[in-house]
């Protein structure tokens, strides 16, 4: 929920960052997608991790360096 990602909860943050991925539930934003999923990855959910690489390499939310 909303609620569990705002307070922390690190596989919240993730589904959250999923659905603005999808556009589920909210509206589709790559960009909020990958601040949710990187606030979960950063406390080491593995599953986060690998979905920010995902971003990173298809350039999916993320500004080019």
């Known amino acids: 929920s909303r609620l569990a990602a705002d307070q922390g909860d690190a596989k919240a943050q993730l589904t959250l960052g999923c659905c603005y991925v999808a556009g589920s539930g ?3 934003n790559d960009a909020e997608a990958v601040r949710w999923i990187r606030l979960a990855a950063d406390q080491g959910n ?15 939310g993320v500004s080019e360096d």
């Open 26 to 28: 909210v509206a589709q």
């Open 46 to 60: 593995l599953r986060a991790q690998y979905n920010i690489g995902v971003c990173y390499e298809s350039g999916t």
